[in-house]
Structures are given as C-alpha cells and as structure tokens.
C-alpha cells in the first residue's frame, strides 16, 4: 500500500498539484463563464485559493494551524503577514464576496446574480491572482538553486 503523501510537509510534489488543480479549476470557469456563471464563479474563488495555498505550502506554511481558519483570500495572505503589493487587493475583495454566495446560493437566482461581464471581471482576477502566484513561485525557484550552490 502506497502511503500518502503529508499536504502540509512543504513537498514540492504536494505543492505541484495544488497550483495544477488551481490551473484546471481556472480553465473550466472559463469554458463555463457563458453558460454556468454560478459555477464559473464558484471554481473561480477555488482556484485563487489554491493557488495561494500551494504558495504559502511551499514556503512552509500551514493555514489550517491559524486560530481562525479561513477561506478568506484576503484573510490568508494578511495572516501571514506577507506585504500586499502583491496581489491587487481589489481582486482578493472580488473574489472573497462571493465565497458563500457561489456555494450556498439563497436568497438569489444564480443565473440573475451572475451576467457574464461579472464572470468576465472574477475570470479576469483570478488569472492575475494565479499569474502573480507563479511569479512567486519563479522567484522562491531562484532563491533554492542558490541556497542549494
């Protein structure tokens, strides 16, 4: 039996499939952006937020070990008290509103709470979140051969 591999042991094969996962979540919202903005939007925010996770994994750091546990993006990066010239904080507020909404839809018609110039605009800040994610990623990369010379 094949043992399964730790998602907190910093692994960069754990952190590889989180930022893939991110990347496929991303390219089926937008395949689903003019048909099933509910969804769009849902994998959307799934997206941004494992690419993030695998971002702060492979940096070492555990977020479900915080006191408050969130699946905020906002939430996650400040936590960690990463500078947010990062990420546009915009895209993060975008995208942390409609957490609950695209999951538990009630007091709304997700096909009336959702045009597509909305999928448009969480599309669009998704592929800057993950965009800025694997720049980081490129950036931590560089750092590791050096430390490794």
């Not at 993950?130 to 990623?137: D, H």
């Amino acid at each position: 039996m094949r043992r399964r591999e730790s998602r907190t042991d910093g692994s960069q094969a754990v952190n590889q499939r989180f930022l893939t996962q991110a990347v496929r979540n991303l390219s089926v919202a937008k395949k689903l952006k003019s048909t099933e903005n509910e969804w769009c939007v849902f994998l959307c925010h799934q997206s941004a937020e494992l690419a993030m996770k695998s971002l702060l994994l492979s940096l070492g750091h555990d977020w479900r070990r915080l006191k408050d546990p969130s699946h905020s993006l906002s939430k996650i990066w400040s936590d960690f008290l990463f500078s947010s010239k990062h990420f546009e904080q915009s895209d993060l507020a975008l995208l942390d509103a409609v957490y609950i909404d695209s999951r538990y839809p009630q007091s709304f018609t997700p096909e009336v709470q959702y045009s597509k110039v909305n999928t448009d605009n969480y599309v669009d800040a998704t592929e800057r979140i993950l965009k800025t994610c694997q720049l980081l990623f490129q950036k931590l990369d560089v750092v590791r051969k050096a430390l490794s010379e």
